[in-house]
Nanobody, 123 residues
Framework: VQLQASGGGLVQAGDSLRLSCAAS????????MGWFRQAPGKEREFVAA????????NYADSVKGRFTISRDNTKNTMYLQMNSLKPEDTAVYYC?????????????????WGQGTLVTVSS
């Protein structure tokens, strides 16, 4: 599976942004998917994940209520809608795929990774 993340950019605090992750090469619908991020000088951290069906989602506490993860299996694409962005959301955002229908917040449990897209939130 190849994953291509896009949609990052420079925004101001309070703005919204939507990231996309396009998948190709395998049966996207059987994979759980997730978003992770890595800020400069910090470890990669979990942001959000969802099951293959999209019906079950989980979020990091830091983004809960502001970010929404979703997927469109007809388009082999996953999304991350980010609202009320804060400067601390600044990071490279990575999408990831897991060869399992159940979502996970552990980066080590994902088998495929996109190249990352940079989100910069100015204050």
């Amino acid at each position: 599976v190849q994953l291509q993340a896009s949609g990052g950019g420079l925004v101001q605090a309070g703005d919204s942004l939507r990231l996309s992750c396009a998948a190709s090469g395998d049966t996207f619908t059987s994979y759980a998917m997730g978003w992770f991020r890595q800020a400069p000088g910090k470890e990669r951290e979990f942001v959000a994940a969802l099951r293959w069906s999209g019906r079950t989602t989980n979020y990091a506490d830091s983004v809960k209520g502001r970010f929404t993860i979703s997927r469109d299996n007809t388009k082999n694409t996953m999304y991350l809608q980010m609202n009320s962005l804060k400067p601390e959301d600044t990071a490279v955002y990575y999408c990831a795929g897991r060869k399992d229908p159940y979502a996970s917040s552990w980066a080590s449990e994902y088998h495929y990774w996109g190249q990352g897209t940079l989100v910069t939130v100015s204050s």
